[in-house]
Structure formats: C-alpha cells, structure tokens
C-alpha cells in the first residue's frame, strides 16, 4: 500500500513535536513548495498562519501583501450563534431536554 508522501519530490511539511518530546513529520510539500498536504486540523484556523501562507502566494505572483481581513473564530462563533438559533426554532427544545435527562428550561 502506497502511503502519502511516498512519492518522488516532496518534503516533510511540518516537523511536529508531542508533549512527552517525541518529534516526528506531519504532511508533505512538493520541493518547491506550491502544493503540500497535511492532516493537521484546523491549520488554517489561525489568522496570522492563513494571512501569511496566502500573502506568500500573493509574493510569489508579485502581487502586496494584504492586511488581515477577518477573524475566523469570530465568524465561526457567528455561525454557531444562527445554527443555535435556527435549532431553536425548528425544536422542542424542552421535549429534548426530557428525553436526556435534564431540567427544563425557560
């Protein structure tokens, strides 16, 4: 079985350190780094990460830099907030709250 990275030309992406010490590699990246893959989560949940990789590719195209231009744990806190909305409306919360176990609320 072929396991990614295998193939010719690609570099470990990131060099991962676990809290006992151990460090090991996470993802790949072609050797000259316009196309890598990695499974860590939410790599590109940070601002300043994800503003920094795409003004590199923004360089690369000779193109500024751009300021940060929004905060993705506020949208997604936005988001959660019309999800839990919508949820409200369209449940018996109450009738759910019963049914695992816990007091009603108001």
């Keep these: 079985m072929k396991r990614t990275g295998q193939e010719q030309g690609v570099v470990p992406l990131f060099l991962v ?41 923004r ?6 830099p751009l300021a940060t231009t929004f905060s993705a744990a506020v949208r997604r ?12 409306e369209h449940l018996d919360m109450n009738k759910i709250y019963k049914m695992i176990g816990l007091a009603e609320k108001s």
Excluded: P
């Design 17 to 57: 350190q676990s809290d006992d010490g151990r460090e090991r590699t996470e993802g790949v990246c072609r050797v000259d780094g316009r196309v890598f893959g990695s499974y860590l989560h939410g790599l590109f949940n940070s601002d300043s990460y994800r503003r920094a990789w795409l003004d590199g590719i």
């Design 77 to 88: 806190e936005k988001a959660y907030d019309r999800l839990a909305v919508h949820v409200r």
């Design 59 to 64: 360089a690369a195209k000779g193109m500024e």
